[in-house]
């Protein structure tokens, strides 16, 4: 990785939107607040309810997709920002923007990925039911890939970018465990930060049992996969 020191200006913010008007310009006037308003926001959209239009009017890039699902959102969202260190958020409310800062200094020390633990403080604010899943995967994540991962769905990390443009990205609702998963399992180094989580802003779109399966469907190719790519590890 680079030695070089990165400021806000490096930084790019992004995420993935479905039908989030009532919580995207929160969200995006949380990170303007924490960034100086200096961060490249990058917002893939797949909305019918006005979301593009209120991301625009706070100045983030907008890129229209048809509805994929999570992980091509997000994917896309990742690709399409030009700055060296990307900052991954839902636009739902429930991550501290506020942390973007540290973020970005774990980055400066070292760090190619650092992912924030919802866990570690108790998330509270997540549904009980969300909450003991978000546990199982983590154990199923840590026992299949062999490195102790503490919250494999998390949607607040930071990247480094030769990390997003070095990996192959092929799941979708599981995304976010796959983008912890195979860095992990690739030696990069990662930093396992704890965040608080709030309670999201308007309604989930993920149906838990559906939702939860195909998350562990994924946590297992995706190790599977890793350890056929590696296969003295």
């Known amino acids: 990785m680079s ?15 479905y039908n989030e008007v009532e919580a995207i310009e929160s969200v995006l006037a949380d990170v303007d607040a924490a960034t100086d308003g200096r961060a490249e926001v990058v917002v893939v959209d797949s909305s019918d309810d006005g979301t593009a239009a209120v991301a625009r009017d706070r100045g983030a890039t907008v890129v229209k997709q048809p509805p994929k699902g999570y992980g091509a959102a997000v994917e896309r969202a990742l690709r399409e920002a030009s700055n060296p260190v990307r900052i991954t958020t839902d636009c739902d409310g429930t991550y501290p923007m506020d942390r973007i800062p540290d973020f970005l200094e774990l980055v400066n020390e070292g760090y190619d990925v650092v992912s924030g633990d919802r866990l570690y403080h108790g998330a509270e604010a997540m549904p009980a039911l969300n ?24 949607g607040m990390r930071a990247y480094h970018e030769d990390v997003v443009e070095s990996i192959r990205w092929t799941e979708n609702t599981g995304l976010s465990a796959e983008l912890l998963l195979r860095p992990a399992m690739r030696g990069y180094r990662i930093r396992q930060e704890p965040i608080d989580y709030a309670e999201r802003l308007g309604e989930t779109k993920l149906d838990p049992f559906t939702g939860g399966g195909e998350i562990a469907a994924s946590i297992l190719r995706v190790c599977v996969e890793e350890r056929r790519r590696q296969p003295g590890r």
């Open 3 to 17: 030695e070089r020191t990165y400021g806000l200006d490096d930084v790019s913010v992004v995420m993935g939107a």
């Open 131 to 154: 909450r003991l899943g978000n546990r199982a995967f983590a154990a199923i994540a840590s026992l299949l890939s062999g490195d102790r991962l503490y919250d494999v769905t998390t």
